[in-house]
């Protein structure tokens, strides 16, 4: 939108020059000052990337409603607690630590504090104190080791992810327990709207508020019925650690001890005492978000929390902080969570087959952190380059459906070819092939299918992976002129695809025409931006 | 010596029975954590303490699935000089070496739950999942109409039990439901992924009317997901695999309506009571069917009593 804008403010047509050369159009100038500013925040590569990933899941899960709120607000719920272990992550990751103990942590307090509820009669309330006072001690222990001992963290943490593990599965015999008490609901599934919702149903909401109750009850299915305490758990969560950040010694020199260790210890901060706090913000995260989790869980059990350690990391970086310590944000930790359980969401309402979900999971990730790093690189060429590569996965994209049937022919060919060939190699020697080895001998008639759909795919299968191929090359050459007539081969693809009643690829196409037609406005913009500093 | 001797002897009247041969039996297991494992593996402690001369070293995996850990404790456990090993393969084929190896050095091997494909076992003790699921698939069919929405919730499609859990559901479902769309929320034995996957996909097909699992931990976190988005209990039908203890007080609740339960405590006593028959040197029959039990609101009294609920 603003790059539009400020597009039409360039052109000389627009204003007289020296009107122009006085106040170079404010409003476009306004909107490219948000530009740059937006551009230079950590956040910006993950929320560019949240919002990409939206979009294309709107579009391409056909008649599946995923911009509905009621979905959203499911994404929001199930990345609370995730999104809680990332915040702590997060502060550690910023004085150049790790904590891979998180996701043993959660399990171990989430079990534990099920399991003092269960059956040692603890009072609910009392047993959520208990497990936040335990998560509290064990990150004491983390960040003692580390700042007093002078510990590696990676190591200290990686010893705490076996050992809160085995000590969460032995404390409770790894059992089950039963269901937990109403009060948990409070921190996860409860809804704050349901009692309104069930006072007006039953005619004892007071006059006065009656308003609200019909509100309520008749935007119920499309908007509040999943808006719950996770969510706004969540948010306020993040909310009040932003404004810790920005105003408490903590939030400063958290960065500061990140960036110069040894300069943070000249300059009089105790470095010690707060990389302990930083560990113990960390634990105490994943603590909290055990409660959040048994909120929502059917029982609570000691193997919660599997690989959020990974999980939490990746969210911490995609969200643009730095491995290294010293720069990144809490909002694009964020972003990074949402980002994570948007694709989970979209890929299972997109109903892609399991492994490939896998790949497409691995390739987002990928794409998400390459939009963090041009972003920080400030090179044209490189945005220029993303670009190209993006219209080049849309085409990788639009390739796979004829593709794959192409290559999978070509596969059960090839290995029905083999076992036919290693047949006659072992018969007269009256040896039998391994067991299995004989599956890949196929009918007559199954051969036909897969050569018949190979045949069929054919055509398209080269058209767009020459065009993908075509792309990549293009991302090293870069030429203006040779983008234009690779925009040409993306119209002409596109034409030819409507022609083979391949309607379906055609937004991957279009959407690939107007990256390449982006690249051509890079270059003037960046000028502009440098103009205006 | 000839204390220890009379020690032996005179225990051996207190029983009053001849006393069996002594061995040591290896039991390695998949899981120790999960809620159906669990039950296996309590029916091999039982199988152990029964018998009384039953030496059982219980070991599982690092974590559910890893392979490579557990070819090495057979290994090990082959190198100690067990009389005899219990396996649970992670995987059917990946064992097969050591496996193989292991009967060639004159230890009996008895597969639990999962077979071995490549090797030869001295004996199979299972219930046949391919069949079972077929059973779940035909049942479920009968709970909805041709033609309505639901949804599978697969276990790992890398192992062969979540396969062939799948390929049955679906062998058996599309017999008389081959209308129906079935809407697919891929899992690898994880709760959480259950719950979340059913929730995204209740959200955006109001219309689903039944969830089939293909194991109990996917059918609570189904049902977890039902109550976050305030569904109640019957609203959805839920079926559940393998009569986990928490599922069938949930179909006692009303939330489950079938669950085809596996024997499983049965599944490792008479794993542990056939390796045990081996290395003392009888007979053991090639497979052993611990068969199947159809748990429905009905049946589900029957079912308590016989795992002793």
Known sequence: ?533 | MKKFATAVAVLALMSGTAMAQSVKIGYITKSATNAGWMMINGGAADAASDDGAIELVTVGPAFQGDLSSQLEVFENLVAQGVDAIAIAPVDSAGVADAVAGALAAGTPVVAVDTGVVGADVTSFVATDNLAVATIQGEVACGLVNNGDKVIYVTGNQAQSTGQERRDGFYAGFEKACGDSEVLVVPTEWNSQQAQEGVEAVLNANSDVKMVVNAWDGGTMGAKAALENLGYSAGDVKLVGFDGAGDAIVAMDEGWVHADTAQMLAKMGYEGIKAAAAAARGQMVEGRIDTGTFLVTPETSAEYKALIGM
């Open chain 1, 1 to 533: 939108m603003s790059s539009s804008q400020s597009n039409n403010d360039v052109s000389p047509s627009a204003a007289p020059a020296n009107a122009r050369a006085a106040a170079p159009s404010d409003a476009g100038a306004k909107a490219m000052r948000w530009v740059v500013r937006f551009f230079s925040a950590e956040w910006s590569g993950a929320l560019l990337a949240v919002v990409l990933m939206a979009i294309s899941i709107e579009v391409f899960t056909a008649g599946k409603p995923f911009f509905h709120p009621s979905n959203l607000l499911t994404i929001f719920n199930n990345a609370a607690a995730l999104g809680i272990v990332a915040a702590g992550m997060t502060l550690v990751i910023l004085t150049a630590g790790i904590d891979l103990s998180v996701g043993s942590l959660m399990g171990m307090s989430a079990a534990l504090v099920g399991y003092v509820a269960s059956y040692w009669g603890f009072d609910p309330v009392l047993s959520i104190l208990f497990g936040i006072a335990m998560g509290c001690a064990v990150g004491l222990l983390h960040g003692s080791l580390v700042a007093q001992f002078g510990m590696p963290a990676f190591i200290v943490t990686l010893a705490g992810l076996s050992i809160w593990r085995g000590t969460g599965h032995l404390s409770t015999g790894a059992q089950a327990t039963p269901k937990l008490d109403d009060v948990f609901n409070y921190f996860g599934r409860f809804n704050p709207f349901s009692p309104i919702r069930q006072a007006y149903k039953a005619d004892t909401l007071p006059d006065w508020l009656s308003w609200l109750g019909a509100l309520v009850d008749s935007q119920w299915l499309d908007w509040l019925r999943t808006f719950q305490m996770s969510t706004v758990i969540l948010f306020s969560f993040y909310i009040v650690l932003a404004i810790l950040m920005s105003n408490t010694k903590l939030g400063l020199y958290v960065y500061a001890i990140g960036s110069n260790e040894k300069g943070s210890r000249q300059a009089g901060i105790n470095v010690k005492l707060y990389k302990i706090l930083a560990y113990v913000f960390c634990s105490f995260c994943a603590a909290f978000a055990a409660i959040l989790f048994l909120g929502r869980a059917p029982y609570a059990k000691s193997d919660y929390g599997m690989m959020w350690e990974l999980d939490a990391i990746a969210a911490v970086v995609i969200g643009g902080t730095s491995l290294f310590g010293g720069r990144g944000s809490i909002w694009g930790t964020l972003l990074g969570v949402l980002l994570l359980k948007l694709i989970n969401n979209g890929l299972t309402l997109a109903q892609l087959n399991t492994f490939w979900q896998m790949i497409v999971t691995g390739l987002i990730i990928l794409i998400a952190v390459g939009l963090d790093i041009v972003r920080q690189n400030k090179n044209p060429l490189r945005v220029r380059q993303m670009l190209i590569a993006a219209a080049a996965a849309l085409a990788f994209f639009a390739f796979v459906t004829p593709g794959s049937k192409v290559v999978s022919s070509w596969i059960v060919h090839t290995e029905h070819k083999a076992t036919v060939a290693l047949q006659e190699e072992l018969a007269p020697q009256f040896k039998q092939p391994a067991p299995k080895q004989m599956q890949r001998l196929q009918t007559p008639e199954t051969l036909q299918t897969y050569a018949d759909a190979a045949q069929d795919s054919a055509l398209p299968a080269m058209l767009f992976g020459a065009l993908s191929l075509g792309a990549v090359i293009m991302v090293f050459l870069a030429a203006p002129i040779l983008i234009y007539g690779l925009m040409a081969a993306y119209g002409v693809a596109l034409v030819l695809a409507l022609a083979l009643g391949l309607g379906t690829v055609a937004p991957f196409l279009v959407l690939a025409m107007v990256l390449l037609a982006g690249t051509m406005v890079v270059d003037p913009l960046f000028r502009r931006a440098a103009s205006l500093r």
